[in-house]
């Protein structure tokens, strides 16, 4: 049945609204025009927020349809109305059209509209919109006339588009995606708790912090020289330490952001050093987004990375700078938080879907990794984790880097052993898994063959010309993950869980102390939920971490790197 001829009323609509960082946002106008008849509401402010419901119908019969639905479902919930039952995102379903395909001018409205040959709006005037409307305050009757007419040209330029695109479009997939915008949406709407005095001190302090944590931290290290950081003096310290540390072509070190943190995970005694360079060279203080209420938010960016996983911006959330700055992440008085993540998620998303019975037999193990070496026969069946621990460790980085594609050569840099041990770990792995290499290569073959591949629910990574075979083979584990998460944020803040963030294969959750452990046993019963809908039942676990006020959120990756900051941040401001 046509798209258009599913439901009674369709609406199209689109707000204009103030959002400074960090701040939840505040709706000025809205325009909302029915498909079939034409009959249009065009709202200020006043009239929105005095509203209990919004002027048009959400329930079953009805579809609304926005772009970039996650912004308008944050005006719902500033104007307290109800979230509609179907909800359509042209933004979505257009990332899904042409991802992997690198549309010339992007992926906002303009460049869907350019994309399908209509007109769209000159860019200059639209920023200039945008400008005005981010600029906040009161506005004179005319600003009011010109949002207002800018916000009814993106409605007329959506329903253009809706008309283009309608017939291409796979609905109830395309509805559990603008379910999720509904998701993010809520999730933006509650942010992370966040220090805000404690991440003042260090905006006010951070320029001569950096010149002593350097001194501080590279005493274990001798690999700077004030505060640049030596290549040569780091190749003596490696040999020192014995550490094989991967190169490139020219023979040089690999001094890349994933090679250290792949190393760190190798070699904690790294981690550090990646601290304290990423904090160096990557880390703005000041773009992190923190609103008045003490709650870091941005945008979440769904379905932007071409395995549709979010991608909000490093510098802006929490969770994208180095990691010991986590530990500005608290709960308020009275409050807790939970980081519920599943475990080795991307595992058991191979071992389900490829339907590898001896994959699938690990992972239901209390450690698929060390399983992984006794059904190669490699150890013992009565090994555990403490008796043969680089034995463990070997088997881990080989069936993880297998996910990824990694080579032979890669995973001896990795291990810091023989190319041919490498080689036999492998080995092992393909003979351990054979189904699993099957589903792997298959997949490989189906990009190259037929040029595109999809997620269990649809989302579709189309492939040109010289594409990479290890991303091709990473994409089913990648994807499907990004769409338990997904589903897993749907299942959370429909049952009224509050999600202050998603985090790859984790949500991070919040609730009063006294309610906190049914909080996170129904945090872990929606993602059970999503991974057995997206796996065909297959049951995922999950690993919990509670933190209760007054405690801070820290990840032990970073903790090092923290005290030391907090000690030369204590140093400093006893100074007078």
Known sequence: MNLLQQYSEIWVLDFEFYAPPGERPHPLC?????????????????????????????????????????????????AGWQFPVNLLDLYTEFRKETNGLDPKYGAGLVGALQYHGLPAIEVAEKEAMRDLAMRGGTYTTQERQQLLKYCES????????????????????????????????????????????????????????????????DIDYGVYEGTTFKQNLFAKWLDRKKITWPRLITGKLALDSNTFQKMAKRHPEVSALRELRHSLGEMRLEKLSVGSDHRNRCLLSPFRSRTSRNQPSNNKFIFGPSCWLRGLIKPPPGRAIAYVDWSQQEFAICAALSGDKAMQQAYLTADPYLTFAKQAKAVPES???????????????????VQYGMQSQSLAQTLGLPESKARELLKLHKQTYPDFWKWSQAAVDHSMLFNWNQTVFGWRIHVKGHANPRSLANFPSQ????????????FATERDIMVCAPIHDALLVEGDLESINEVVKATQQAMLDAGRVVLNGFALRTDVEIVRSPDRYMDPRGEKMWNTTMSILNELESIP
Not at 479 to 490: D, I, K, P, S, Y
């Open 30 to 78: 809205l325009v909302a025009r029915e498909y079939f008849t034409g009959v249009t509401h065009r709202m200020w402010e006043d009239e929105i927020t005095t509203r209990t419901n919004p002027p048009f119908l959400v329930g079953e019969d009805s579809l609304i349809v926005a772009y970039f639905a996650s912004a308008e479902m944050g005006c719902f919930l500033a």
């Open 154 to 217: 993106d409605v007329t330029s959506l329903e253009k588009l809706l008309v283009v695109m309608h017939p291409k479009i796979d609905l109830p997939r395309a509805l559990l995606r603008g379910r999720f915008m509904c998701a993010v949406a809520k999730i933006e709407w509650s942010g992370v708790p966040i220090d805000k005095r404690r991440l003042h001190r260090l905006r006010t302090n951070w320029l001569k912090i950096q010149s002593q944590l350097v001194a501080s931290v």
């Open 383 to 401: 090994a555990t984790k403490q008796s043969h621990p680089s034995e463990r460790e070997q088997f881990k980085v080989c069936a993880l880097g």
């Open 479 to 490: 994807a499907n993950g990004a769409e338990m998460l997904r589903l897993a944020c749907c």
